[in-house]
């Protein structure tokens, strides 16, 4: 089993930056895929990024690429996510995920485990 905790969310305006943070805990990490994901309000949640705790493979969202990156710190067990040149579209609140067995990365139904959630709010 996987615990995960999400932190590092706030207030920020349009163009900044956030890092998020994943604190994981889990005797059996380096076998699972990370994933964040987002929530709108009135809007489904949306994959954003993922990436295999073992391994340096990563994937993203089209509407991220190149703007946010997915990294992890094995000696903390934590995953991050660096925002740069964040949008008022990016606010939400922010899911981390971690999922043992997985098909598709960018499927939610597919992660196991959850957190509670932070909120990003991007003003213009």
């Known amino acids: 089993q996987v615990h995960v905790v999400e932190s590092g969310g706030g207030l920020v305006q349009a163009g900044g930056s956030l890092r998020l943070s994943c604190a994981a805990s889990?005797?059996?990490?380096?076998?699972?895929?990370m994933g964040w994901f987002r929530q709108a309000p009135g809007k489904e949640r949306e994959f954003v990024a993922a990436m295999r705790w073992n391994f340096d493979s990563t994937y993203y969202a089209d509407s991220v690429k190149g703007r946010f990156t997915i990294s992890r710190d094995n000696t903390k067990n934590t995953v991050y996510l660096q925002m740069n040149s964040l949008k008022p579209e990016d606010t939400a609140v922010y899911y981390c995920a971690a999922a043992l067995r997985i098909g598709n990365w960018a499927f939610a139904r597919e992660y196991d485990y959850w957190g509670q959630g932070t909120q990003v709010t991007v003003s213009s």
């Open positions: 889990g005797r059996t990490l380096s076998r699972y895929t």
